[in-house]
T-cell receptor
Framework: AQKITQTQPGMFVQEKEAVTLDCTYD???????LFWYKQPSSGEMIFLIY??????QNATEGRYSLNFQKARKSANLVISASQLGDSAMYFC????????????????FGQGTILTVHP | AAGVIQSPRHLIKEKRETATLKCYPI?????VYWYQQGPGQDPQFLIS???????DKGSIPDRFSAQQFSDYHSELNMSSLELGDSALYFC??????????FGPGTRLTVL
């Protein structure tokens, strides 16, 4: 069975600094996808970044990058130059199956990390 | 760009009543997922549809049912509501790709 673990219930960072949110996973499937979502206090789930298990390079999307260490089964999210608007809950999630196949892969989420950005 | 649409955004029901939640996926997306997020919890997968057929099922109570229609919109029907059903219900859609895009959610409160 899949398992996603986020060990940091809460994190604090100063505005303009970088922060790393931890995520480890466990799966027996050789093909999987890893996601990060942001959930502000308003409740919506905002897709941030994706990493496929066979991707050679770490994913990057603007200020977000994913530090993917396959042997350690970790997929940490790095947010550079934090902004006040980054304060939110962040979820790491995993889907069995690689992109390109039939897309009915449900997501399994971690417990989430609340990030607070201080001015 | 068009996003996933969910209606209603907020719903208040009494115990033992019935609720219907609607989801309109992003145009041309072929898969719809439903998730339930209780207060302070992470989202839990309920059920999914691929090309209008049920493709996977999670921890969905027997009191709940769902379907996807010919226009690809989906409905989650919830009967005999219980206090514990109070949650944020998300619909997400995807098209043969890794990205699942979530709707804004329906906040259901059962009194």
């Amino acid at each position: 069975a899949q398992k996603i673990t986020q060990t940091q219930p809460g994190m604090f960072v100063q505005e303009k600094e970088a922060v790393t949110l931890d995520c480890t996973y466990d799966t027996s499937d050789p093909s999987y996808g890893l996601f990060w979502y942001k959930q502000p206090s308003s409740g919506e789930m905002i897709f941030l970044i994706y990493q496929g298990s066979y991707d050679q390079q770490n994913a990057t999307e603007g200020r977000y990058s994913l530090n993917f260490q396959k042997a350690r089964k970790s997929a940490n999210l790095v947010i550079s130059a934090s902004q006040l608007g980054d304060s939110a809950m962040y979820f790491c999630a995993m889907r069995d199956g690689e992109a390109g196949g039939t897309s009915y892969g449900k997501l399994t989420f971690g417990q989430g990390t609340i990030l607070t950005v201080h001015p | 760009a068009a996003g996933v649409i969910q209606s209603p955004r907020h719903l208040i029901k009494e115990k033992r009543e019935t609720a219907t939640l609607k989801c309109y996926p992003i145009p041309r997306h072929d898969t719809v997922y439903w998730y339930q997020q209780g207060p302070g919890q992470d989202p839990q997968f309920l059920i999914s549809f691929y090309e209008k057929m049920q493709s996977d099922k999670g921890s969905i109570p027997d009191r709940f049912s769902a379907q996807q229609f010919s226009d690809y919109h989906s409905e989650l029907n919830m009967s005999s509501l219980e206090l514990g059903d109070s949650a944020l219900y998300f619909c997400a859609s995807s098209l043969e790709s890794h990205e699942q895009f979530f709707g804004p959610g329906t906040r259901l409160t059962v009194l």
